[in-house]
């Protein structure tokens, strides 16, 4: 079944403690990205891969990290959490001749 | 930059036809996209128009006009499961991954 995953799905942690949610596509994508969506803010761009070892800054990037070693993963890292990056995390694919973009089940993040 | 506008909530009647406008400002438009997303779920995807015109899809159709930077999504025949919040999203080239921009959604309620 072609699908976007995520982990954790939940994770309440506490400021300053490094994390990292996992994103996997198993469609052979090339393009990934990452959001967050918030209240009022709709969903708004992190960071995005066009392929391995390409990634750039969304409109939100600042307390993010990214990688792509890989073409089917691409995980968030947050080295420094803190309460402001509470949100709902979505990771998405989308191969380079289709429209159609395939989102992940989403990662609630809390921050304390 | 990008500025995209639709209302923030509206419900409607089961079995009734509604109608969902988006306007947009975007200095690099290559393309408008509708997602739903049902409470605490992914967004999935509904519809994409790069023309004017009308694409339709079964209940669902969506509209296009570029010149008035404009679109609806167009929703026949309710049902209580389309009770769900519905994401217009711009493609714009000009950062040169064609990145998706979304609007802050329309939450549909859809009532007996």
């Known amino acids: 079944e072609a699908q976007v995953t995520q982990n954790p799905r939940y994770l309440i942690t506490v400021t300053g403690k490094k994390l990292t949610v996992t994103c996997s596509q198993n469609?052979?994508?090339?393009?990934m990205s990452w959001y967050r969506q918030d209240p009022g803010l709709g969903l708004r761009q992190i960071y995005y891969?066009?392929?391995?070892?390409?990634?750039d800054k969304g409109d939100v990037p600042e307390g993010y990290k990214v990688s792509r070693k890989e073409k089917r993963n691409f995980p968030l890292i947050l080295e420094s959490p803190s309460p402001n990056q509470t949100s709902l995390y979505f990771c998405?694919?989308?191969?380079?001749?289709?429209?159609?973009?395939?989102f992940g089940p989403g990662t609630r993040l809390t921050v304390l | 930059g990008q500025n995209i506008d639709q209302p923030t909530e509206m419900t409607a009647t089961e079995g009734a036809i509604v109608q969902i406008n988006c306007t947009y400002q975007t200095s690099g438009f290559n393309g408008l996209f509708w997602y739903q997303q049902h409470a605490g779920e992914a967004p999935t995807f509904l519809s994409y128009?790069?023309?004017?015109g009308l694409e339709e899809k079964g209940r669902f159709s969506s509209f296009l006009s570029r010149s008035k930077g404009y679109s609806y999504l167009l929703l026949k025949e309710l049902q209580m499961k389309d009770s769900a919040s519905y994401l217009c999203a711009v493609r714009d080239h000009q950062t040169g991954a064609n990145n998706l921009f979304f609007g802050t959604g329309t939450r549909l309620t859809v009532i007996p």
């Open positions: 128009n790069v023309l004017d």
């Open positions: 998405a694919s989308k191969g380079r001749t289709y429209n159609e973009g395939f």
């Open positions: 891969s066009m392929n391995v070892e390409v990634t």
């Open positions: 469609m052979n994508h090339e393009y």
